[in-house]
């Protein structure tokens, strides 16, 4: 996998994340991927991974407490400070045998299946309320 290909260090965040899907990424990995500085600052929202994928159906899972419940939810590892955990996700139907989560709006959630294309984001809290 090529994450270097392009000028542009979002760019190579998101490639990163796309092909990485469900792979815990610690802040080394990102800061050698984006090569900029305050390279965190290009997995979180405003203009981050975490909007600029959330038109392909990703949530980036970070160390926020809005996120422990899904991580819970879905039997992963919940990122440790400066570790990023994106994960594609999909709308769950009833029939689904999937682990589940929960978003704000009572809708259910799953990781999406391969060459599933993913339909929205859950709605998470926005702060945190540990």
Known sequence: MQVQGTRKGQERVNRLCREFEGVLLS???????????????RMRDNGGARTTLAREGFIVLGNEARYKPVAQSLQLTFPARGEFLPLRVAPAAPADTELTFTDLDGTKWRRARLGETPNGVPKLARHNTQ
């Open 27 to 41: 802040r080394t990995t990102i800061c050698t991927v984006a090569m900029q500085l305050d390279p965190t600052k």
